[in-house]
């Protein structure tokens, strides 16, 4: 027993011998990849194409293959590696600026990442690719047919695909375009231009490679229609005539009649400036032409048949400034809206003035107005003493909000007996308690707009936002029609007064809340006569009113941005 467990014993002292003499693994070297690229930058040419850089990686390790990646780019795109070589696509640079680049990075397990920069570099300019067209404008006939314009492709890049399409898909009336590159032609079918106006069409030619398409345009003349006068048609000028609305008040206008002597030609009526005429290069056929398409917008709700004429009829307008001449034309047009080329011209006339009883005087007094949303004010118009001609001080607008009445401004119109109501920035100075800061705020009562879009409009001092309209002891009121920068046209619906910050122009506090405020249209009624005895009495200075805003609206005076004050309003 004691023998067997020495030789034991002595077996494994052998083991751990051997074991001693054994000499440490050495570790494997680390992976280096090493690449065909000098100083950190590789040029590929300006024409692009397939791309390949050789690389090798020394020390490899099994089963691991070497990644490329590229910064974001839209030029050197589908990197990768196929064991001897980095592959990748460069497109083509077509332009004549400075050379673009990218970063790329080519990564391999246990191996230090090599950064190199891609360079793109110009191509001079006989080397582009460049395409024309010839010629730029094609003139087609008022019948349309078919037509076909040339193209010259040079330096052609393989793979770039040419295309051609229309400028404007609304254009409608060239149809069928295609490109043959067999003779290098672009063709294409137009249709008949039944209108006497003609027109065009701008078709641009795309080659894939290159950033801007080649353009070339189609200009169709119109339809030949030989205008004459048709001595059937007498057409006059029957001065003003008031005419009862539904709602019982009455509006003036000016009457053209079109007496219908013989035949069913029917025929439609419109005005025109004597000046503007005589600028008109395609005279009576340029006249006729835009009258069509201003009708053609009520014609397609309505239909040409209801608005046409074949009989003797008067013709409602205005009313007209009496301060300007004008035409009264008769023009024929069939029930499809096309001209027939008749037409009958009055004599060159100026239309009556508006004759208005009383003038100015009418609008003093005390008046009761009542807006379409059933919200009513008392209103007391008096002579401004600033502008006692012509300027009113109306009180009553948004009442309760102040200590004081606060007067807003009017103007009479002498020409048309209007009482505009006018735009103001600086009525009175006023206080406000700020909601969100508590902080009372120094400001400038104003007197803004709102429009039938929802917004709220700064205006310019004068500018008119809306109209009464005189009829008897009452009188009509409507907002004006404006056009902003975009040519968006919005009407005046309400007037509210607003607290402008003095030292920031750009916000405004709102002191009532815009659904509690008066609406246009409206009624005004005269609840009594106002002689000169009472006009100075507001004869006051306004910027002395004690203007501080009640408690009781202060906690609504959130600061809110304004709109745009650049527009323009659309002549009456």
Known sequence: MRKSMFYSM??????FLV???????EEAPDPVINLEVTEGRYEVPAAGGEV???????????????????????WATGFKADGTNI?????????????RTVDVTASYTGAKDVTFTLVQVPDDASKRP?????????????????????YTLTNPVEDAELSV?????????VSNLAINETDGTVTFDVAENEAIRERSAVVNITYSVLSNPVSFTIVQSGKEIESQVNPNWTVKYSGKQELELVDGSTVTYDVVTVTVSAGTDTYLTGLCAVSDFDKLEGGIDEYIESMIDMYSEEAATSGWDKMLSSETGDSYFGPLSASVQYYAIAFGVDNTGKSTGLYAVSEAFTPDAIQIEGGYENWLGDWKYTGQNGISYTLTVEQNPADPTKGYLITGWQPGLFQQPVPIRGEYDSEYGYLNFIADNAIADCTVTDAATKEEVDCSLALFGIGDDGKVYSMNDGDEIAAALLNGSTASVAGYTYTDMQQNEFTMVKMMLVAVPKNDPTVYYPLEDDADIANFPGTMTKIQSSGSATAMSVARDIKALDSKIKASVSGTTTAMRMNSANMARIAR
């Open 10 to 15: 002595l077996g494994m002292a052998a083991l």
């Open 165 to 173: 399409a229309l400028a404007d898909a609304e254009d409608s009336w």
């Open 19 to 25: 074991n001693g003499c054994q000499k440490p693994a």
């Open 52 to 74: 390949k850089i050789a690389y090798s990686v020394e020390n490899p390790v099994e089963g691991v293959s070497l990644k490329v990646s590229a910064a974001p780019n839209d």
């Open 87 to 99: 592959v990748f696509n460069v497109a083509p640079k077509l332009d004549l600026d400075a050379e």
């Open 130 to 150: 460049s395409l024309k067209v010839d010629p730029s404008t094609y003139e087609a006939s008022a019948e349309g047919g078919p037509g076909s314009v040339k």
